[in-house]
Structure formats: C-alpha cells, structure tokens
C-alpha cells in the first residue's frame, strides 16, 4: 500500500531554519501531485504547498511563500519541505499528502494519502 513518512520536526526559536521530509513508497508516483498540510489545535488543516512528481512544479501558499521550498529528489522517493525565518505562528502538526492526478487542489479532502505527521514548534 501506499506508505507516507515525515520526518525533521523538531522544536526551534523563531528565526531558526527545519527541513520536512517525506519518504515515499508503495508504487510508482509519476502520476500523483504530493502536499505538504499543517494544522494547528483547534484550527482546520491547511494547505503549505504542492508539487507535481513527474515535472516538479511547484505551488506555495502565500503565506509561506518566500520562506517555505518544497522540492523532491526522483532517486530517494523523498520530498521536502525546506523551512527558514520561522515564526510562532508556524507551529503545528505537518503532514505530507498525496493525489492521483497532475493538477494542483488546494484542499485537504482532495488527498487521499497521507503520512503520521511531524510536529515543528517555533517558541519566541
């Protein structure tokens, strides 16, 4: 079956840089758009960013745009999440997604895998 596992949370002052990772396995993901999600307690999951398996474009919410890359390496069935100028408000549970289909969606009932989830805590 399809397995989805992050790694790389950790607790850090804000400012500070984490790097996500999510190793991929189970089948081939060349037809498959991959997410990254976080939620927070007591707030919905919400959508970080997207990439495409196969091209490796990639879509980042405005939110974590400028500060967040997500990105995959084909040969470690690995993608990434690089994190830098971290805030309080960052902190939460992350979670690596998957979807059978090249077009980018934005909600999480739109993935139909998903890892365990890593925290990342960001104190001030």
């Known amino acids: 079956q399809v397995q989805l596992v992050e790694s790389g949370g950790g607790l850090v002052q804000a400012g500070a840089s984490l790097r996500l990772s999510c190793e991929a396995s189970?089948?081939?993901?060349?037809?498959?758009?991959m997410g990254w999600f976080r939620q927070a307690p007591g707030k919905e999951r919400e959508f970080v960013a997207a990439?495409?398996?196969?091209?490796?474009?990639?879509y980042h919410s405005d939110s974590v745009k400028g500060r967040f890359t997500i990105s995959r390496d084909n040969a470690k069935n690995t993608v990434y999440l690089q994190m830098n100028s971290l805030k309080p408000e960052d902190t939460a549970v992350y979670y690596c997604a998957a979807r059978f289909s090249t077009t980018f969606r934005f909600n999480a009932a739109d993935y139909a895998y998903w890892g365990q989830g890593t925290q990342v805590t960001v104190s001030s």
């Open positions: 990439i495409r398996w196969s091209s490796g474009s990639t």
């Open positions: 189970g089948r081939t993901f060349s037809s498959y758009t």
